[in-house]
């Protein structure tokens, strides 16, 4: 798979990590950003994740902030984004086999660089089952967004 990985200046202390690990399980890494500490606003980092995601530049992608939160909820404000929040490797699998999520964001300040490895192989790993059930919901998701898009935006 292509994986985008995007860094604000929180979560540029992992990126050397961050971008072996998804080496590392066998994929192509497209290095979105940032290039060192100076700070940028992470809605910015979300944007080019998000962007190489709904394009298909790339398959999926890995955002890091400080804690994780901030990309996620900047990320999901694009349509066919979901993005999840994952700092162990039970939500980073499930997310994807239930939820079909297509962006893993992590906490730089929240988690260290072993665990992290753990988490982001535990997503790539994952594959979506899409079981009956988790079609129906993710149906529902897109219901929801589709309620409150506009042409005229």
């Not at 971008?19 to 910015?44: I, K």
């Not at 902030?65 to 694009?78: I, L, P």
């Amino acid at each position: 798979m292509k994986i985008a990985c995007a860094f604000d200046h929180a979560g540029f202390p992992l990126k050397p990590m961050v971008l072996e690990a998804v080496e590392a399980a066998g994929h192509e890494v497209t290095d979105l950003g940032t290039w060192s500490t100076d700070p940028v606003d992470y809605p910015d980092t979300a944007r080019l994740a998000a962007e190489a995601v709904r394009t298909g530049a790339a398959d999926r992608a890995v955002l890091v902030c400080g804690s994780g939160a901030g990309v996620a909820v900047a990320a999901c404000k694009f349509p066919g984004v979901r993005a999840v929040v994952a700092h162990d490797t039970y939500t980073a699998h499930q997310s994807v086999e239930h939820d079909d999520c297509n962006i893993l964001c992590l906490g730089g300040r929240v988690i260290g660089p072993a665990l992290a490895a753990d988490i982001i192989k535990a997503y790539l790993a994952a594959g979506f089952t899409g079981e009956d059930r988790h079609q129906r919901r993710l149906a529902k998701i897109d219901g929801i967004e589709r309620e409150f898009l506009r042409d005229d935006i």
